[in-house]
């Protein structure tokens, strides 16, 4: 049977707060943000939510990043303690692949030819990391995903860092974005 959130009964009040919360909240990228020399984990200054104890939510994006072949990036989720889900990050592997002109493949090297895509899904609170062709090289990483909030609110949002430490800066970009929506 179809979830959906809220259930509206017969004579309900409509308020300003019921509309609002069956909107998609959506956090952009209004600026780039770049790192350095750093592997540790840290939340996205932008792409930050707020979710409600016992909420279910959906989740999709659009992640633009570059990073140097040898350092890569790391994605995650903060979420709120008691959260449940899986995700999955439609980008490119640690080793990026990509096609030739002769049908054969080559490795962390810029393509015409497409890349191949890690497809995989993770739990909600897991990393996964993706490859890097350069400064200045654009990868992207498509994410789907379903959020179980268990009995505590509170933030959730991308995280991310340098999967390898390096003075060459990993950049994720403006106009990334997730969009959340409350299905139950």
């Known amino acids: 049977m179809p979830e959906s959130f809220p259930t509206l ?13 069956m909107l998609p909240q959506v956090g952009r990228k209004p600026a780039d943000t770049s790192r350095t020399s750093n592997n540790v984990q840290a939340p996205d200054p932008h792409i930050q939510f707020s979710v409600v104890a016992g909420g279910v939510y959906t989740v999709s994006g659009y992640i633009l ?3 140097d072949a040898a350092v890569d990036i790391i ?6 303690s ?10 490119t592997g640690t080793t990026v692949v990509s096609g030739t002109a ?36 654009p990868q992207t990483v498509m994410i789907d995903a379903t959020l179980r ?9 991308l995280q991310w860092s340098q999967a390898t430490s390096s003075a060459i800066a990993t950049t994720v970009y403006t106009d990334s974005w997730l969009s959340l929506q409350r299905i139950a």
């Not at 009964?9 to 919360?21: D, E, F, K």
């Not at 994605?75 to 709120?80: C, G, T, V």
């Not at 909030?149 to 949002?157: H, I, L, Q, R, W």
Request: hydrophobic share 25%; no cysteine; net charge positive.
């Open 82 to 91: 008691g959260t449940n889900g899986r995700w999955t990050g439609y980008g």
């Open 75 to 80: 994605l995650s989720f903060q979420s709120p």
């Open 9 to 21: 009964l017969a004579g309900q009040r409509i308020t300003a707060g019921l509309l609002t919360s």
């Open 102 to 137: 002769g049908g054969g493949t080559q490795q962390n090297s810029t393509s015409t030819w497409g890349y191949t895509l890690r497809n995989e899904y993770s739990d909600i609170t897991q990393t996964r990391t993706f490859g890097g062709l350069g400064v200045g090289q």
């Open 149 to 157: 909030v268990g009995v505590n609110s509170g933030a959730f949002g």
């Open 65 to 67: 990043y570059d990073s």
